[in-house]
């Protein structure tokens, strides 16, 4: 049997990590991907417990200790080059890039964020969705660019509003959902089916003429 090789990745948190649990648990079973590092910005992020329980290396780079936000990313791109790796995943990472730091990385920087992209980039996703009344509300993975939030959607899951959710319930829901299809891109991307050249997305050698999109529970299709 053909050994698949892996493809290294660094992670980048702020946060709790439960997206960061979710390719921890992949890598575990059978998610082609090496984790190189689990890199945070804030030293209480509980993710990098998280990292630590699975023996993988942890680096804190502490934005407060640079005069501004082109100094903490040059010195971020060089961190994330020490580990060498094939994608970088930002799984909660509470920063904006420059566009010095997208560019280096670009084609090789994922992201996910908690609506149905174009809608609602930025904060305070689940909230904005009920106040507009909304049926359905979702995540997306995207690629990034200097645009927040802006670049080209890889996978989107549509999550009903059930009558009576609050933010709470709804980020909730949302969640269970990011969990499934973050690592499902990152797959794509580890077995070579996700390809991604200057101006074009290609999945299964077919140009990716805008995102896939799945409805909730239904992951199981693709």
């Known amino acids: 049997m053909t050994q698949v090789q ?5 992670v980048l948190i702020s946060g709790s990590g439960s997206n960061l649990q979710a390719i921890i648990d992949g890598a575990a079973a059978d998610l082609p991907v090496e984790i190189r590092a689990v890199i945070s910005n804030r030293a209480d992020a509980f993710g990098l417990e998280r990292a630590q329980r699975a023996a993988i290396p942890t680096r804190i780079l502490d934005h407060t200790n640079y005069p501004d936000r082109e100094t903490y990313d040059r010195a971020l791109v060089e961190l994330i080059d020490s580990f060498q790796p094939g994608l970088v995943i930002l799984a909660g ?6 566009p010095a730091l997208v560019n280096h990385f670009q084609g090789k920087l994922l992201n996910i964020h908690p609506s149905l992209l174009p809608k609602y ?3 305070h996703t689940h909230q904005r969705a009920l106040e507009a ?9 995207h690629l990034v660019t200097e645009e927040l939030d802006g670049g080209p959607v890889i996978l989107q899951v549509r999550v009903p509003i ?3 959710d609050d933010e709470s319930t709804l980020a909730a829901r949302v969640l269970t959902q990011e969990h499934q299809i973050y690592p499902r891109v990152i797959r794509w991307f580890a077995e070579g089916r996700l390809r ?11 140009p990716l003429q805008g995102p896939i999109v799945m409805e909730f529970n239904q992951l199981n299709a693709v």
Request: avoid cysteine.
């Open 133 to 141: 009344g909304d049926p359905v509300h979702g995540a997306s993975v």
């Open 93 to 98: 990472f509470m920063r904006i890039l420059t």
């Open 6 to 10: 892996k493809l290294p990745i660094v």
């Open 162 to 164: 059930e009558p009576g």
């Open 121 to 123: 980039r930025g904060l």
């Open 196 to 206: 991604v050249t200057a101006g074009s997305i290609e999945l299964d050698g077919q």
